[in-house]
C-alpha cells in the first residue's frame, strides 16, 4: 500500500477529485494549509500600507491506495492539478505497512 500526499492549489481540487473518482478511487482526506515554496509568498496592499504575505493557501490531499493504483494516482494528480505557474504543488509518495478498518476490524488492502 501508498500514501499519497499531495499540495495542490485551492482552486484545483474540485478537478483532481473527479480525475481520482474516474479511476475508481475513493477516500480522501482533504486539509486547508498554507505554505510556499519557491515563490516565496508576495506583498498586498492593505490600507496604503504595504505587508508580505509569506504562506499561501494549498490544499493538502492524503490517499492511500494499493500499489497498483500508484501510477494512475500520480498521473491523474499531476495532470488535473497542473496549470504551468509556479506553486502547483508537490506530490510525495510513502509506504504504508498496515491499515485497520476501525468498524469491521478489516486490515491490510481490505481495509482501504
Same mark, same amino acid.
Given at each position: ?22 479511476? +475508481? ?58 496549470? +504551468? ?28
Amino acid at each position: 500500500m501508498k500514501k499519497i500526499e499531495a499540495i495542490i492549489k485551492p482552486f484545483k481540487l474540485d478537478e483532481v477529485k473527479e480525475a481520482l473518482q474516474d479511476l +475508481g478511487i475513493q477516500g480522501m482526506t482533504v486539509v486547508e494549509a498554507k505554505g510556499f515554496g519557491r515563490q516565496k509568498g508576495h506583498t498586498e496592499l492593505y490600507r496604503g500600507a504595504e505587508y508580505v504575505v509569506d504562506f499561501l493557501p494549498k490544499i493538502k490531499i492524503e490517499l492511500v491506495i494499493s500499489d497498483d493504483q500508484l501510477e494512475g494516482a500520480l498521473e491523474a494528480i499531476a495532470q488535473a492539478a497542473k496549470t +504551468g505557474k509556479i506553486g502547483d504543488g508537490k506530490i510525495f509518495v510513502s509506504t504504508i505497512e498496515q491499515a485497520v478498518r476501525i468498524r469491521t476490524g478489516e486490515t491490510g488492502e481490505a481495509a482501504l
